[in-house]
């Protein structure tokens, strides 16, 4: 992150990517030419954050209430998962990226679960780490690591954390949303305890690098307390 101190830099943070719709609503164009443009920012926000100094960027592409949409619009969004992983993974893998996915992703099509099988074996030597929260809903994930911690009699905030499907990764420092929608959205309840959070007017597809590194810079003058004074 160039001239940012070690204490200072996020080293791990979250995108509610939101605003595909209006995006395109705005233009009097179709959803799905939004959801086309939302995955185009996609692509080139990873292709540029490799020197902002990230550990891991988490996006958020699917919930599990996105089901409850037109069942039009659902086939769209996974016919473009479908795209996006066969046109982009020997990008992951020629620069060092680690795919994780996040989620019940095994609940997905049975073509796009050998997929991203797949890419996960693929970009495992990885050393900094796009996580895709796919078929995601923090609650359930809090239920999920609630009861493998009691399956073994330790019910300890630790031992949930350590069987949440971010476990292996950094703690959340940063968590953003796009299109001025103010709220978490069922999106890392736990994990953002004590994250810092940034909600920007911008809707996802008109969401660039500049931008990112715009919040970076917001964060490194923060001062984070953590429950402290």
Request: glycine content about 8%; overall charge negative.
């Given at each position: ?12 943070v979250?995108?509610?990517m ?7 609503k ?12 939302g995955v185009?920012?996609v692509r080139e926000?990873?292709?540029n954050?490799?020197?902002?100094g990230?550990d891991?960027?988490?996006?958020y592409?699917f919930?599990s209430?996105n089901w ?23 990008e ?14 095994q609940?997905?099509a049975?073509?796009?679960?050998a ?5 996960l ?7 900094n ?7 995601y809903?923090?609650?359930n ?6 009861a493998k ?5 330790d019910?300890t ?8 499907d ?8 940063l ?24 909600f920007?007017?911008?809707l996802?597809p008109d969401?660039k690098?500049a931008?990112l ?5 917001n964060f490194?003058q ?7 004074r």
């Amino acid at each position: 992150m160039g001239k940012q101190s070690e204490a200072s830099r996020a080293r791990h943070v979250a995108i509610i990517m939101d605003g595909n719709g209006r995006w395109a609503k705005k233009r009097a164009l179709p959803r799905a030419i939004g959801h086309q443009r939302g995955v185009e920012a996609v692509r080139e926000l990873v292709r540029n954050v490799g020197g902002m100094g990230l550990d891991c960027l988490t996006l958020y592409a699917f919930s599990s209430e996105n089901w409850k949409r037109p069942d039009e619009e659902v086939d769209d969004l996974m016919n473009l998962m479908r795209k996006f992983i066969k046109s982009d993974l020997p990008e992951f893998v020629a620069n060092d990226v680690r795919l994780k996915i996040i989620g019940d992703w095994q609940g997905l099509a049975p073509d796009i679960v050998a997929m991203l099988e797949d890419a996960l074996e693929q970009t495992s030597g990885g050393s900094n780490t796009l996580a895709v929260a796919l078929n995601y809903g923090s609650q359930n994930e809090i239920a999920r690591a609630a009861a493998k911690a009691a399956a073994i009699g330790d019910v300890t905030p630790e031992a949930i954390a350590a069987h949440l499907d971010t476990a292996d990764l950094p703690p959340l420092d940063l968590l953003i949303r796009t299109s001025g929608e103010v709220r978490l959205s069922n999106f890392l309840l736990w994990q953002s305890a004590y994250a810092e959070m940034l909600f920007v007017d911008t809707l996802w597809p008109d969401f660039k690098p500049a931008h990112l590194q715009e919040a970076l810079d917001n964060f490194a003058q923060r001062e984070r307390r953590f429950g402290g004074r």
